[in-house]
């Protein structure tokens, strides 16, 4: 999976701006649960993710404010769990 980081001059605005979930269905990236349907719809919202220009700075948002559910930066709530514990050690 491609990261592309924001350019310099985008930067200036808020990374935000720039999300692509922003214009897609908040069940996509914040399903109930982790199985069936919830594993089709984390799966999708990685999708949208790794397209996003936001992604490195949505992640390291998210891991930064504990963001505990949903899908952020391309990681789903374990993922983003294991990279807190990584840095932890
Ligand atoms: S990386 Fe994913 S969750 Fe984060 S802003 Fe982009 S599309 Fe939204």
Redesign the pocket.
């Known amino acids: 999976m491609a990261i592309q980081t924001i350019p310099y001059y985008d930067r200036q605005r808020d990374?935000?701006e720039?999300?692509?979930?922003?214009d897609?269905s908040p069940e996509l990236?914040f399903p109930i649960g982790n199985t069936g349907s919830a594993l089709d719809a984390i799966s999708l919202?990685k999708n949208?993710?790794s397209?996003?220009?936001?992604?490195v700075?949505?992640?390291e948002y998210?891991l930064d404010s504990n963001q505990d559910n949903?899908?952020?930066?391309?990681r789903s709530e374990e993922e983003r769990r294991l990279i807190r514990k990584q840095r932890r050690s």
């Open positions: 990374w935000r720039l999300a692509l979930c922003k897609t990236f919202a949208v993710c397209r996003c220009p936001s992604q700075e949505c992640l998210a949903g899908v952020w930066g391309g």
